[in-house]
């Protein structure tokens, strides 16, 4: 099959490709520079330039193959609305160009969608502007228009040089000399390593179902205190409680993440794709990390 992935030089698509090719897939990836257009043809991936705000390169990239898995997204958390009205346009492009066709298109999204529980495959997106995604919402109305669509949900997606929210996490307990977590609350974020992720979208892909909903979770959930511990030890910092209503002046953007339960369970997935992640655990990597470097 022939595989249009945006955010091919990234950190999940980078992994993506590779995981792709090996299985007999080729692969036409978004580069936006000389130096990911390089390890894209390295990789053995044909190279299509572009940004994600040029939706023609999008347009034709997705024209030019036999499916298309959406893994690109600015995370830039100080301009999240801007990002998620971005992803959404970009969406509609590729869907625009899929329409009436049986090509799949994956989007990616994530699991933030319950309160007080682990959220599972059957749970709606979230349509709070504050830190919902709103491509999750825009796959759903694709496929309204006859758009094969399917999403699968992303937790903290790790290994020791990156880990999703929690990246930032680090940097605010290097800059403030602490590393805090909310009240006493046992609030958990779900986690994988992000070769396990990629190889989620690759199977997502090979038995694709229109609609379906897969998260990617490897771990249910990792309360967020553990995670300030390791990150404190490792910082050789202080772990601090801090309470809810400082969480905003303490953690900035983050404050908006860091009480939330991001638990999520992954059982339906594991059972339809038949996934059996197998990578390092989240508070392993964040032992094993390069804290000099990071």
């Given at each position: 099959?022939?595989?249009?992935?945006?955010?091919a030089t990234g950190f999940i698509g980078s992994r993506i490709v590779p995981e792709l090719i090996s299985a007999g897939h080729q692969v036409l990836g978004l580069a936006r520079s000389d130096a990911g257009a390089a390890a894209l043809a390295a990789a053995g991936a044909e190279v299509r330039r572009g940004e994600l705000?040029?939706?023609?390169?999008?347009?034709?990239?997705a024209a030019a193959a036999d499916a298309v898995l959406h893994v690109a997204f600015r995370h830039d958390w100080t301009r999240f609305a801007e990002n998620c009205e971005l992803d959404k346009r970009a969406i509609e492009a590729i869907g625009a160009v899929l329409q009436g066709s049986s090509r799949?298109?994956?989007?990616?999204?994530?699991?933030?969608?319950?309160?007080?529980?682990a959220a599972t495959e059957d749970d709606p997106p979230l349509s709070s502007p504050n830190y919902a995604r709103v491509s999750e919402g825009t796959a759903l109305g694709l496929m309204e228009r006859g758009v094969q669509t399917a999403?699968?949900?992303?937790?903290?997606?790790h290994d020791t040089v990156k880990q999703g929210l929690i990246t930032p996490l680090v940097a605010i307990a290097r800059a403030k000399g602490v590393s805090a977590y909310i009240g006493d609350r046992q609030n958990r974020w779900s986690a994988a390593h992000v070769t396990d992720v990629a190889r989620l979208y690759r199977l997502a892909l090979e038995k694709f179902t229109a609609g379906a909903r897969y998260h990617a979770v490897a771990e249910e959930g990792v309360p967020l205190k553990e995670i300030a511990t390791t990150i404190g030890r490792s910082l050789n910092v202080p772990v601090v409680s801090i309470a809810p209503e400082q969480a905003q002046e303490h953690f900035g953007f983050l404050g908006l993440f860091v009480g939330r339960n991001l638990a999520a369970s992954s059982a339906q997935t594991?059972?339809?794709?038949?996934w059996n992640p197998t990578g390092p655990d989240?508070?392993?990597?964040?032992?094993?990390?390069?804290?000099?470097?990071?």
């Open positions: 099959m022939r595989v249009f992935v945006t955010g705000e040029d939706m023609e390169s999008l347009c034709s990239g799949p298109f994956i989007v990616t999204s994530g699991v933030g969608v319950a309160e007080g529980r999403v699968v949900r992303l937790p903290q997606v594991r059972a339809r794709l038949g989240l508070l392993t990597d964040l032992r094993n990390m390069n804290y000099a470097q990071a």
